[in-house]
Every structure is written in C-alpha cells, then in structure tokens.
C-alpha cells in the first residue's frame, strides 16, 4: 500500500539557520503530495502541495520539490524563525481525496 | 469565516460510556474524514463519507461509527470506549477531487479510562 516516511525529530535549530525535512513516499501510481503543519493546539493547515513531477511548492518561505527518480518530497527552507515552531506532515494522495499521512516532524526553533 | 468545528474540544470519559463528537463545516465540502493522531503513527483514517448518506471504512474503523444526515454534519460516535481509544481525533473536510485542499478542525483529545 502508499506509505509516506519521514524524518524522526525533534529537530531543533537556532533562529535563521537552514531547514530540511526529509519526505519520501511509496506509491502504485502517480500521487499528489502536501506538507501540512500544526501549530500548538491547532488543526492542521495545508502549507505547500506538488501534484506532479518536477512541480515545486512554496508558501511562506517553504519550498519542496517533487522528485520522482528518489521518490521523495524534502520540505526546506532558508531561514526559520521561532514562530515555525510546528509539528509538519508530509502527506500524499492517490486517486480521490484520501491523505495518507507520515508520522510527523516536530521543529523546534530557539532564538 | 470557512472552518470545521469539532466539539468538544476535551473529553474524558469512562470505559464502555457511549460517546459522540461533533464535526461540523460550512464550506459546502462533499468530502469528510474522521483521522486520529498518535505519537510516532501520524493521522491515520477512520471512516470517510464521499457524500450525504455515503460512507466508508478508513485505516482503522474499528471500534467506531458514523453517519452523514446532512451535508455539513459527519459525527463520529464511540459505541463503547476503551482505552486503546484515547488519541487525538480530527475532522477534516475538502472538495471533491484528487489535489484539493483539506481543512481540519482544531481536534478532540480524547482519554479513556
């Protein structure tokens, strides 16, 4: 079946350092993939989404990049700041609105 | 204000007490999705309706219901609660289609004893 996996955290940086969150997935076909982040005590909310090979998401700094060859979907980004401070899921769909999701990044950022 | 409302918020509650939580959206979405979230498992499926009076099994319906009466309302309902029941629960809803976005509630912490 579709798997996502990604990295275990926490990962904690200093402010303005370099993020990557490590995303690969396993699917039959041809999926769409998402980041989605949650705040403290929040639901979550869709931050980037790739629905094909190649595409780049980004959204507020963030960038991942569909890579088909290496099956993977890295979340980036150049410049954290303590108000990133999340949970983040990689996430993908296959057909219809069904999210398979990963086990989740916890991303702890100190000034 | 686009959102889906999930009540309550906390619950705690005793093993075998039949339970309901709320999920409600005013987005007009088709699509609905009961996920719970557990340390180190991520958000795992439920149970999901494609439409009014439509619904399925997820990834790991057991233990749980649900109904779709109406649109907007999806439900899900705890016959008799048991501890391996106490997660996390979120409500999501999205449009019908293969790359929309899901909007989730603020989720229901759950505990079972």
């Known amino acids: 079946g579709n798997s996502v996996t990604q990295m275990e955290g926490p990962v904690t940086l200093s402010e303005e350092a370099f993020l990557t969150i490590n995303c690969t997935y396993t699917?039959?076909?041809?999926?769409?993939l998402f980041w989605y982040v949650q705040y403290p005590g929040e639901g979550l909310q869709l931050l980037l989404k790739?629905?094909?090979?190649?595409d780049k998401g980004s959204n507020k700094g963030f960038e991942a990049t569909y890579r088909k060859e290496t099956t993977s979907f890295h979340l980036e980004k150049g410049s954290v700041q303590v108000s990133d401070s999340a949970v983040y899921f990689c996430?993908?769909?296959?057909?219809?609105?069904?999210?398979?999701f990963g086990a989740g990044t916890i991303l702890r950022v100190k000034s | 204000e686009a959102q889906v409302t999930q009540n309550p918020r906390y619950l705690i509650t005793v093993t075998g007490k039949k339970l309901t939580v709320t999920c409600s959206q005013n987005m007009n979405h088709e699509y609905m999705s009961w996920y719970r979230q557990d340390p180190g498992l991520g958000l795992r499926q439920i149970y999901y309706s494609m439409n009014v009076e439509v619904t399925d099994k997820g990834d790991v319906p057991e233990g749980y219901k649900v109904s779709r009466k109406e649109k907007r309302n999806f439900p899900l309902i705890l016959e008799s609660p048991s501890p391996n029941q106490t997660s996390l629960y979120f409500c999501?809803?999205?449009?019908?289609?293969?790359?929309?976005?899901?909007?989730f509630g603020q989720g229901t912490r759950l505990t079972v004893v």
């Open positions: 790739a629905t094909k090979a190649d």
């Open positions: 996430a993908l769909s296959e057909g219809g609105n069904k999210l398979v």
């Open positions: 999501a809803s999205s449009p019908r289609g293969k790359n929309t976005e899901a909007f």
């Open positions: 699917a039959t076909g041809y999926p769409s």
